[in-house]
Antibody, heavy 118, light 108 residues
Framework: QLQLQESGPGLVKPSETLSLTCTVS??????????WGWIRQPPGKGLEWIGN???????YYNPSLKSRVTISVDTSKNQFSLNLSSVTAADTAVYYC??????????WGQGTLVTVSS | EIVLTQSPGTLSLSPGERATLSCRAS???????LVWYQQKPGQAPRLLIY???SRATGVPDRFSGSGSGTDFTLTISRLEPEDFVVYYC?????????FGQGTKLEIK
């Protein structure tokens, strides 16, 4: 059964870069059938898609975040990563990694809360 | 970019009643690309419906989806206590994924 686990700092200072890694277990990230993605959810609010990456490295980003987002993949470690630069308090959220099909997302990681604060 | 608007924001009903949740899009798209999720407190969303009408594996048949074009509906035929949580619609198009703002189902 495929499982995903987010890891990274729970606290990031304003203007710095948020960095998270998702480790995939129970299956290979090297699969042409789907993407790997990041979605976030501010406390008490709705879901926002951040972006996807294909195993080959092709990326797709939310236009509203594109200038600050980089998603990368490391197939040797079965991991993919998120970098979000120049963060502000508005970037405080639970960040989920997930396997992304067309058109749906499943499964999801358990999520990790990242707080932006000095 | 297509915007999804869910209504109502909060729906108050009693167990055993029928729930009808709406998801309206700013422009028409293929029903193949409309998805519904359920999210319980402290958990990641769970896939309920994809392709507007197809139930995901393990989803009870009291959940059903319908609609086309710009108007889509999630119906829960007889509400169980565990159904009183938040529901999101989501759309795929042009390599982008967008979510509605969610509908919270609460016990009346």
């Amino acid at each position: 059964q495929l499982q995903l686990q987010e890891s990274g700092p729970g606290l990031v200072k304003p203007s710095e870069t948020l960095s998270l890694t998702c480790t995939v277990s129970g299956g290979s990230i090297n699969n042409s059938s789907y993407y790997w993605g990041w979605i976030r959810q501010p406390p008490g609010k709705g879901l926002e898609w951040i972006g996807n990456i294909y195993y080959s490295g092709t990326t797709y980003y939310n236009p509203s975040l594109k200038s600050r987002v980089t998603i990368s993949v490391d197939t040797s470690k079965n991991q993919f990563s998120l970098n979000l630069s120049s963060v502000t308090a508005a970037d405080t959220a639970v960040y989920y990694c997930a396997r992304v099909w067309i058109p749906f997302v499943r499964p999801w990681g358990q999520g990790t809360l990242v707080t932006v604060s000095s | 970019e297509i915007v999804l608007t869910q209504s109502p924001g909060t729906l108050s009903l009693s167990p055993g009643e029928r729930a009808t949740l709406s998801c309206r899009a700013s422009q028409s798209f293929s029903r193949s690309f409309l998805v519904w999720y359920q999210q319980k407190p402290g958990q990641a969303p769970r896939l309920l419906i994809y392709g507007a009408t197809s139930r995901a594996t393990g989803v009870p048949d009291r959940f059903s989806g319908s609609g086309s074009g710009t108007d889509f509906t999630l119906t829960i035929s007889r509400l169980e206590p565990e159904d009183f949580v938040v529901y999101y619609c989501q759309q795929y198009g042009s390599s982008l994924y967008t979510f509605g703002q969610g509908t919270k189902l609460e016990i009346k």
